[in-house]
């Protein structure tokens, strides 16, 4: 089954520990992004990745990293966690992306993060 | 900057009714405007979308009306069902940048 996963699915943890959000893909898909989803502000695109070793800002960069060292991966990576990353956050992928083709971005389940 | 203004914020339709939700964008470069729906628990998901070279496109229930003089959109659900009760977004991308950029969304209920 096409699809894309994210884990974990829920996470509690504490300001300042170090934490990682998995993302794979299974349609070998150029493009993965990552966004967080608050109440009121929709979806906002983290940092997104063209292809591999390829990655850049999206727009609201600020607190996380990210890597893409294989086409099917995209980590999401929070160094430092503070109380303001507590969110809902969507891994995606597509094609080639969305502005060339027109493509759909599949999107994960979610993984609901709550910073204490 | 929000680039996609999406409204209403929250919307309650009597089932068979119609549901509007509209988006208006400003970066005239938009040209490809899909609609996303996300169920609870669930990642969004493709809906519906249109390129500014038509003014509607339809696909069962769901159409996309598209005003590119005024820089707005909207999609209709005609005969809303309960079923149909979800968060919706609209978004715009342009060719050459591959970022899709969403509107704050919607939450949609449809009433018995």
């Known amino acids: 089954e096409a699809q894309v996963t994210q884990n974990p699915r829920y996470l509690i943890t504490v300001t300042g520990k170090k934490l990682t959000v998995t993302c794979s893909q299974n349609?070998?898909?150029?493009?993965m992004s990552w966004y967080r989803q608050d109440p009121g502000l929709g979806l906002r695109q983290i940092y997104y990745s063209m292809n591999v070793e390829v990655t850049d800002k999206g727009d609201v960069p600020e607190g996380y990293k990210v890597s893409r060292k294989e086409k099917r991966n995209f980590p999401l990576i929070l160094e430092s966690p503070s109380p303001n990353q507590t969110s809902l956050y969507f891994c995606?992928?597509?094609?080639?992306?969305?502005?060339?083709?027109?493509?759909?971005?599949?999107f994960g389940p979610g993984t609901r993060l709550t910073v204490l | 900057q929000q680039q996609v203004k999406q409204s209403p914020q929250s919307l309650i339709v009597q089932k068979g009714g119609i549901s509007i939700i509209n988006c208006a964008y400003e970066?005239?470069?938009?040209?490809?405007f899909p609609w996303y729906q996300q169920f609870p628990g669930k990642g969004p998901a493709l809906l519906i979308a249109?390129?500014?070279?038509?003014s509607e496109k339809k696909e069962g229930r769901f159409t996309i009306s598209f005003n590119k003089s005024a820089k707005q959109f909207s999609l209709h659900i005609m005969d809303s069902q309960p079923g149909d009760s979800a968060t919706y977004f609209c978004?715009?991308?342009?060719?050459?940048?591959?970022?899709?950029?969403f509107g704050t969304g919607t939450r949609l209920t449809i009433i018995p």
């Open positions: 995606a992928s597509s094609l080639l992306g969305s502005g060339t083709s027109g493509d759909t971005q599949y």
């Open positions: 349609m070998n898909h150029e493009y």
């Open positions: 978004a715009a991308s342009y060719f050459g940048n591959e970022k899709l950029t």
């Open positions: 249109i390129r500014p070279d038509v």
């Open positions: 970066n005239t470069a938009f040209d490809y």
